[in-house]
Protein backbone atom coordinates (compact mmCIF):
# COMPACT_ATOMS: atom_id res chain seq x y z
CA UNK A 1 0.00 0.00 0.00
CA UNK A 2 2.72 2.64 0.66
CA UNK A 3 4.81 1.74 -2.22
CA UNK A 4 0.87 2.39 -4.38
CA UNK A 5 0.81 5.61 -2.48
CA UNK A 6 4.45 6.37 -3.35
CA UNK A 7 4.19 5.89 -6.96
CA UNK A 8 0.59 7.85 -7.27
CA UNK A 9 2.49 10.56 -5.21
CA UNK A 10 5.22 10.88 -7.81
CA UNK A 11 2.82 10.18 -10.89
CA UNK A 12 1.04 13.32 -9.84
CA UNK A 13 4.09 15.45 -9.15
CA UNK A 14 5.25 14.45 -12.99
CA UNK A 15 2.08 15.75 -13.97
CA UNK A 16 1.88 19.16 -12.36
CA UNK A 17 1.62 21.01 -15.47
CA UNK A 18 -1.79 19.01 -16.20
CA UNK A 19 -3.35 19.87 -12.48
CA UNK A 20 -1.90 23.32 -12.15
CA UNK A 21 -3.49 24.61 -15.31
CA UNK A 22 -6.65 22.44 -14.52
CA UNK A 23 -7.23 24.10 -11.46
CA UNK A 24 -6.59 27.76 -13.11
CA UNK A 25 -9.57 26.46 -15.36
CA UNK A 26 -11.62 25.59 -13.44
CA UNK A 27 -11.09 28.39 -11.12
CA UNK A 28 -11.52 30.93 -13.77
CA UNK A 29 -14.21 29.37 -14.48
CA UNK A 30 -16.36 30.05 -11.00
CA UNK A 31 -15.17 33.33 -10.72
CA UNK A 32 -15.60 34.63 -13.86
CA UNK A 33 -18.71 32.39 -15.80
CA UNK A 34 -18.53 32.31 -19.61
CA UNK A 35 -20.72 30.47 -21.92
CA UNK A 36 -19.70 26.68 -22.98
CA UNK A 37 -19.01 28.48 -26.83
CA UNK A 38 -16.59 30.57 -25.09
CA UNK A 39 -14.77 27.40 -23.32
CA UNK A 40 -15.21 25.70 -27.00
CA UNK A 41 -13.18 28.07 -28.40
CA UNK A 42 -10.44 28.12 -26.03
CA UNK A 43 -10.23 24.54 -26.27
CA UNK A 44 -8.65 24.54 -29.88
CA UNK A 45 -10.45 21.79 -31.14
CA UNK A 46 -8.41 21.37 -34.23
CA UNK A 47 -5.27 21.46 -32.65
CA UNK A 48 -5.87 19.35 -29.95
CA UNK A 49 -7.23 16.73 -32.75
CA UNK A 50 -3.91 17.59 -35.05
CA UNK A 51 -1.76 16.98 -32.26
CA UNK A 52 -3.16 13.99 -31.25
CA UNK A 53 -3.02 12.58 -35.26
CA UNK A 54 0.82 13.68 -34.99
CA UNK A 55 1.22 12.06 -32.03
CA UNK A 56 -0.28 8.69 -33.23
CA UNK A 57 1.65 8.63 -36.20
CA UNK A 58 5.33 9.23 -34.26
CA UNK A 59 4.51 6.56 -32.32
CA UNK A 60 4.50 4.11 -35.13
CA UNK A 61 7.18 5.67 -36.19
CA UNK A 62 9.32 4.97 -33.20
CA UNK A 63 7.59 1.24 -32.60
CA UNK A 64 8.69 0.34 -36.70
CA UNK A 65 12.52 0.62 -35.51
CA UNK A 66 13.44 3.54 -38.13
CA UNK A 67 14.01 5.98 -35.33
CA UNK A 68 17.09 3.35 -33.47
CA UNK A 69 18.11 2.96 -36.68
CA UNK A 70 18.52 6.42 -37.97
CA UNK A 71 20.27 6.99 -34.56
CA UNK A 72 22.36 4.22 -35.13
CA UNK A 73 23.76 5.71 -38.71
CA UNK A 74 24.09 8.40 -37.72
CA UNK A 75 26.17 8.50 -34.37
CA UNK A 76 28.16 5.91 -36.78
CA UNK A 77 29.65 8.86 -39.16
CA UNK A 78 30.09 11.67 -36.45
CA UNK A 79 32.69 12.81 -35.29
CA UNK A 80 32.21 14.87 -32.17
CA UNK A 81 29.32 15.45 -29.84
CA UNK A 82 29.57 19.65 -30.75
CA UNK A 83 29.13 18.10 -34.50
CA UNK A 84 26.54 15.99 -34.25
CA UNK A 85 24.60 18.58 -32.14
CA UNK A 86 25.11 21.44 -34.68
CA UNK A 87 23.61 18.64 -37.21
CA UNK A 88 20.90 18.27 -35.15
CA UNK A 89 20.35 21.79 -34.19
CA UNK A 90 20.34 22.34 -37.89
CA UNK A 91 18.22 20.29 -39.18
CA UNK A 92 15.28 20.81 -36.35
CA UNK A 93 15.96 24.61 -37.45
CA UNK A 94 15.28 23.70 -41.39
CA UNK A 95 12.68 21.13 -40.73
CA UNK A 96 10.55 23.66 -38.81
CA UNK A 97 10.10 26.19 -41.37
CA UNK A 98 8.14 23.81 -43.69
CA UNK A 99 6.87 21.00 -41.28
CA UNK A 100 6.06 23.30 -38.33
CA UNK A 101 8.05 23.10 -34.77
CA UNK A 102 6.36 21.13 -32.81
CA UNK A 103 6.29 18.66 -35.76
CA UNK A 104 10.04 18.95 -35.95
CA UNK A 105 9.77 18.09 -32.55
CA UNK A 106 8.00 14.64 -32.68
CA UNK A 107 10.62 13.85 -35.23
CA UNK A 108 13.85 14.95 -34.08
CA UNK A 109 13.49 14.49 -30.31
CA UNK A 110 12.77 10.41 -30.22
CA UNK A 111 15.75 10.25 -32.47
CA UNK A 112 17.71 12.14 -29.89
CA UNK A 113 17.03 10.17 -27.09
CA UNK A 114 17.43 6.83 -29.32
CA UNK A 115 21.08 8.35 -30.12
CA UNK A 116 21.72 9.31 -26.24
CA UNK A 117 20.96 5.46 -25.33
CA UNK A 118 23.66 4.36 -27.64
CA UNK A 119 26.41 6.86 -26.92
CA UNK A 120 28.04 9.87 -24.63
CA UNK A 121 25.81 12.38 -26.34
CA UNK A 122 23.83 14.61 -23.55
CA UNK A 123 20.60 14.26 -24.19
CA UNK A 124 19.07 16.51 -22.08
CA UNK A 125 21.66 19.33 -23.12
CA UNK A 126 20.59 18.60 -26.95
CA UNK A 127 16.98 18.55 -26.27
CA UNK A 128 17.15 22.03 -24.84
CA UNK A 129 19.06 23.06 -27.75
CA UNK A 130 16.52 21.94 -30.16
CA UNK A 131 13.83 23.23 -28.48
CA UNK A 132 15.96 26.62 -29.01
CA UNK A 133 16.54 25.77 -32.22
CA UNK A 134 12.93 25.31 -34.06
CA UNK A 135 11.65 28.67 -32.34
CA UNK A 136 14.55 30.09 -34.49
CA UNK A 137 13.68 28.53 -37.66
CA UNK A 138 9.82 28.14 -37.42
CA UNK A 139 10.44 32.19 -36.99
CA UNK A 140 11.52 32.62 -41.11
CA UNK A 141 8.32 30.85 -42.49
CA UNK A 142 4.76 31.98 -42.38
CA UNK A 143 3.43 28.29 -41.67
CA UNK A 144 6.45 27.77 -39.24
CA UNK A 145 4.64 28.29 -36.35
CA UNK A 146 0.54 29.34 -35.31
CA UNK A 147 1.34 32.51 -34.27
CA UNK A 148 3.28 33.13 -38.12
CA UNK A 149 0.55 31.72 -39.75
CA UNK A 150 -1.87 33.93 -38.02
CA UNK A 151 -0.37 36.98 -38.24
CA UNK A 152 0.51 35.84 -42.14
CA UNK A 153 -3.32 35.56 -42.93
CA UNK A 154 -3.67 38.67 -40.19
CA UNK A 155 -1.77 40.88 -42.69
CA UNK A 156 -1.89 39.31 -45.91
CA UNK A 157 1.54 39.78 -46.53
CA UNK A 158 3.01 37.92 -49.69
CA UNK A 159 4.93 34.66 -48.89
CA UNK A 160 8.40 35.83 -50.06
CA UNK A 161 7.85 39.34 -48.59
CA UNK A 162 7.32 37.92 -45.12
CA UNK A 163 10.05 35.58 -45.26
CA UNK A 164 12.00 38.11 -46.43
CA UNK A 165 10.64 40.55 -43.29
CA UNK A 166 11.44 37.89 -41.13
CA UNK A 167 15.03 36.52 -42.35
CA UNK A 168 17.57 39.07 -40.67
CA UNK A 169 15.01 37.98 -37.49
CA UNK A 170 15.39 34.06 -37.85
CA UNK A 171 19.25 34.10 -38.85
CA UNK A 172 20.08 36.15 -35.80
CA UNK A 173 18.44 33.97 -33.35
CA UNK A 174 19.90 30.92 -34.90
CA UNK A 175 23.13 31.95 -35.21
CA UNK A 176 22.79 32.64 -30.95
CA UNK A 177 21.74 29.12 -30.94
CA UNK A 178 24.56 27.55 -32.96
CA UNK A 179 27.35 29.52 -30.65
CA UNK A 180 24.97 28.39 -27.71
CA UNK A 181 25.58 24.74 -28.79
CA UNK A 182 29.11 25.14 -29.83
CA UNK A 183 29.89 26.21 -26.00
CA UNK A 184 27.77 23.74 -24.09
CA UNK A 185 28.63 21.01 -26.01
CA UNK A 186 31.57 18.93 -25.21
CA UNK A 187 34.13 18.70 -27.78
CA UNK A 188 35.19 14.87 -27.16
CA UNK A 189 34.55 12.16 -29.75
CA UNK A 190 31.26 10.67 -29.74
CA UNK A 191 31.47 7.39 -28.55
CA UNK A 192 29.16 4.07 -29.39
CA UNK A 193 28.09 2.53 -26.37
CA UNK A 194 27.57 -1.09 -28.71
CA UNK A 195 26.00 -2.74 -25.34
CA UNK A 196 23.10 -0.25 -25.52
CA UNK A 197 21.88 -1.05 -28.87
CA UNK A 198 18.59 -3.23 -28.85
CA UNK A 199 18.97 -4.81 -32.38
CA UNK A 200 15.04 -3.70 -32.28
CA UNK A 201 14.32 -4.87 -36.15
CA UNK A 202 13.26 -2.32 -38.51
CA UNK A 203 9.46 -2.80 -39.60
CA UNK A 204 9.11 -1.22 -43.45
CA UNK A 205 5.92 -1.44 -43.79
CA UNK A 206 4.79 0.35 -40.36
CA UNK A 207 7.53 2.94 -40.88
CA UNK A 208 6.01 3.86 -44.54
CA UNK A 209 2.37 3.34 -43.69
CA UNK A 210 3.35 5.75 -40.22
CA UNK A 211 5.40 8.32 -42.45
CA UNK A 212 2.51 8.62 -45.11
CA UNK A 213 0.14 9.10 -42.22
CA UNK A 214 2.21 11.73 -40.31
CA UNK A 215 2.59 14.18 -44.25
CA UNK A 216 -1.04 12.99 -44.61
CA UNK A 217 -2.03 14.76 -40.63
CA UNK A 218 0.43 17.61 -41.97
CA UNK A 219 -1.46 18.27 -44.75
CA UNK A 220 -4.98 18.22 -43.28
CA UNK A 221 -4.17 20.24 -40.76
CA UNK A 222 -2.65 22.84 -43.28
CA UNK A 223 -5.64 22.87 -44.63
CA UNK A 224 -8.28 23.23 -41.74
CA UNK A 225 -9.24 19.33 -41.74
CA UNK A 226 -7.26 18.41 -39.07
CA UNK A 227 -10.53 16.50 -36.73
CA UNK A 228 -11.25 14.93 -40.22
CA UNK A 229 -7.65 13.82 -40.41
CA UNK A 230 -7.50 12.40 -36.51
CA UNK A 231 -10.06 10.50 -37.33
CA UNK A 232 -9.02 9.02 -40.60
CA UNK A 233 -5.72 7.99 -38.13
CA UNK A 234 -7.09 6.70 -35.17
CA UNK A 235 -9.90 4.65 -37.76
CA UNK A 236 -7.12 1.79 -38.81
CA UNK A 237 -4.85 1.67 -35.60
CA UNK A 238 -8.16 1.41 -33.48
CA UNK A 239 -9.24 -1.81 -35.16
CA UNK A 240 -5.76 -2.98 -36.44
CA UNK A 241 -2.90 -2.08 -33.30
CA UNK A 242 -4.93 -0.69 -30.52
CA UNK A 243 -1.73 -1.27 -28.08
CA UNK A 244 0.15 1.49 -29.90
CA UNK A 245 -2.70 3.48 -29.24
CA UNK A 246 -2.68 2.42 -25.69
CA UNK A 247 1.06 3.97 -25.82
CA UNK A 248 0.49 7.60 -26.96
CA UNK A 249 1.16 9.98 -24.60
CA UNK A 250 -2.64 10.86 -23.63
CA UNK A 251 -1.63 12.67 -20.66
CA UNK A 252 0.41 15.25 -22.95
CA UNK A 253 -3.14 16.08 -24.84
CA UNK A 254 -4.84 16.47 -21.95
CA UNK A 255 -1.75 18.85 -20.57
CA UNK A 256 -2.27 20.35 -23.29
CA UNK A 257 -6.20 21.31 -23.18
CA UNK A 258 -5.69 22.36 -19.66
CA UNK A 259 -3.90 25.00 -21.06
CA UNK A 260 -5.28 26.73 -23.87
CA UNK A 261 -8.61 26.64 -21.55
CA UNK A 262 -6.73 28.15 -19.01
CA UNK A 263 -4.72 30.83 -20.71
CA UNK A 264 -7.76 31.20 -23.16
CA UNK A 265 -9.59 32.59 -20.30
CA UNK A 266 -6.86 34.18 -18.75
CA UNK A 267 -6.24 36.13 -22.10
CA UNK A 268 -9.73 37.44 -22.08
CA UNK A 269 -10.13 38.83 -18.56
CA UNK A 270 -11.43 42.32 -18.49
CA UNK A 271 -8.84 43.14 -15.87
CA UNK A 272 -6.18 42.02 -18.85
CA UNK A 273 -7.75 44.28 -21.36
CA UNK A 274 -8.07 47.20 -19.63
CA UNK A 275 -4.30 46.91 -18.74
CA UNK A 276 -3.44 46.98 -22.50
CA UNK A 277 -5.71 50.37 -23.33
CA UNK A 278 -2.71 51.84 -21.24
CA UNK A 279 0.01 51.07 -23.39
CA UNK A 280 0.96 53.47 -26.57
CA UNK A 281 1.34 50.10 -28.93
CA UNK A 282 2.70 53.08 -31.78
CA UNK A 283 6.08 52.44 -29.85
CA UNK A 284 7.68 49.85 -31.34
CA UNK A 285 9.66 49.24 -28.08
CA UNK A 286 6.91 49.07 -25.81
CA UNK A 287 5.03 46.56 -28.55
CA UNK A 288 8.54 44.72 -28.53
CA UNK A 289 8.53 44.52 -25.04
CA UNK A 290 4.71 43.70 -24.47
CA UNK A 291 4.56 40.77 -27.16
CA UNK A 292 7.69 39.39 -24.96
CA UNK A 293 6.15 39.65 -21.84
CA UNK A 294 2.71 38.60 -22.53
CA UNK A 295 4.07 35.81 -24.32
CA UNK A 296 6.38 34.41 -21.12
CA UNK A 297 2.85 35.23 -19.00
CA UNK A 298 0.00 33.66 -21.03
CA UNK A 299 2.37 32.00 -24.31
CA UNK A 300 3.02 33.53 -27.31
CA UNK A 301 0.08 32.34 -29.37
CA UNK A 302 -2.48 33.34 -26.87
CA UNK A 303 0.02 36.48 -26.66
CA UNK A 304 -0.49 36.72 -30.39
CA UNK A 305 -4.36 36.68 -30.27
CA UNK A 306 -4.37 38.93 -26.94
CA UNK A 307 -2.17 41.85 -28.99
CA UNK A 308 -3.42 41.50 -32.94
CA UNK A 309 -6.40 44.04 -32.25
CA UNK A 310 -4.34 46.27 -31.25
CA UNK A 311 -1.13 46.50 -32.75
CA UNK A 312 -0.48 48.79 -36.04
CA UNK A 313 2.63 46.54 -37.00
CA UNK A 314 2.08 42.85 -37.51
CA UNK A 315 5.65 42.08 -38.11
CA UNK A 316 6.42 43.79 -35.12
CA UNK A 317 4.10 41.69 -33.24
CA UNK A 318 5.60 38.65 -35.02
CA UNK A 319 9.09 39.23 -34.20
CA UNK A 320 7.78 39.77 -30.58
CA UNK A 321 5.89 37.07 -30.23
CA UNK A 322 8.73 34.41 -31.54
CA UNK A 323 11.23 35.95 -29.37
CA UNK A 324 8.83 35.77 -26.94
CA UNK A 325 9.10 31.68 -27.26
CA UNK A 326 12.14 31.50 -25.27
CA UNK A 327 12.68 32.18 -21.50
CA UNK A 328 9.86 30.67 -19.51
CA UNK A 329 8.79 26.99 -20.83
CA UNK A 330 5.01 28.15 -21.30
CA UNK A 331 6.57 31.02 -23.89
CA UNK A 332 6.33 28.38 -26.68
CA UNK A 333 3.84 25.24 -26.27
CA UNK A 334 6.96 23.26 -28.54
CA UNK A 335 8.92 23.58 -25.26
CA UNK A 336 7.02 21.89 -23.62
CA UNK A 337 6.63 18.77 -25.96
CA UNK A 338 10.43 19.02 -26.68
CA UNK A 339 10.87 18.34 -22.55
CA UNK A 340 7.82 16.02 -22.38
CA UNK A 341 9.18 13.81 -25.14
CA UNK A 342 12.44 13.65 -23.86
CA UNK A 343 11.51 12.88 -20.61
CA UNK A 344 14.62 13.47 -18.70
CA UNK A 345 15.11 14.19 -14.68
CA UNK A 346 15.31 17.84 -14.03
CA UNK A 347 14.09 18.75 -17.58
CA UNK A 348 12.45 21.77 -16.89
CA UNK A 349 15.17 23.41 -14.16
CA UNK A 350 18.03 23.05 -16.79
CA UNK A 351 15.72 24.38 -19.69
CA UNK A 352 14.96 27.22 -17.33
CA UNK A 353 18.38 27.67 -16.26
CA UNK A 354 19.32 28.52 -20.25
CA UNK A 355 16.92 29.41 -21.50
CA UNK A 356 15.82 32.57 -19.18
CA UNK A 357 19.60 33.60 -19.69
CA UNK A 358 19.44 33.18 -23.79
CA UNK A 359 16.26 35.48 -23.72
CA UNK A 360 17.76 37.93 -22.12
CA UNK A 361 20.84 38.00 -24.14
CA UNK A 362 18.58 37.94 -27.56
CA UNK A 363 16.01 40.04 -27.06
CA UNK A 364 18.22 42.90 -27.29
CA UNK A 365 20.34 41.78 -29.86
CA UNK A 366 17.53 40.51 -31.99
CA UNK A 367 15.36 44.52 -31.53
CA UNK A 368 18.91 45.63 -32.68
CA UNK A 369 19.26 43.59 -35.63
CA UNK A 370 15.36 43.90 -36.83
CA UNK A 371 15.10 48.14 -36.05
CA UNK A 372 18.76 48.48 -38.07
CA UNK A 373 17.49 46.51 -41.54
CA UNK A 374 13.79 47.10 -41.24
Known sequence: ?????????QHLKNEWLLLAFALLAVLLAVID?????????????PTLAGLLGLL????????????QHMAGALVARAHSQRVIGLLLVTITALLSMVLTNDVSLFLIVPMTVAIGGISNLPVLRMV??????????????????PQNLLLWQY?????????????????????????????????????????????????????????????????????????LGAALLLLPFALLDWRLLARVDWLLLATFAAIFLGLGHVAELPLMKRGLDLIDFNQPMNLYVSGIVASQLISNVPATVLLMEHTPDAIALTVAA???????????????????????????????????????VCAPITYLVWRWLS
Open 1 to 9: MVNHRASWR
Open 33 to 45: PRPLSDHQRWLQG
Open 56 to 67: VAIQGIRDSGLV
Open 128 to 145: ILEALAVNAGSTLSPIGN
Open 155 to 227: VQLPFVKFVAAMLPVAATMFALVALLTWCWLPKDRVTLHAEQIDGHPVSATQAILSIVALLMMVLMMEHGHAL
Open 322 to 360: NVGGFGVAIGSLANLIALRLAKQPQGLRLFHLVSIPFLL
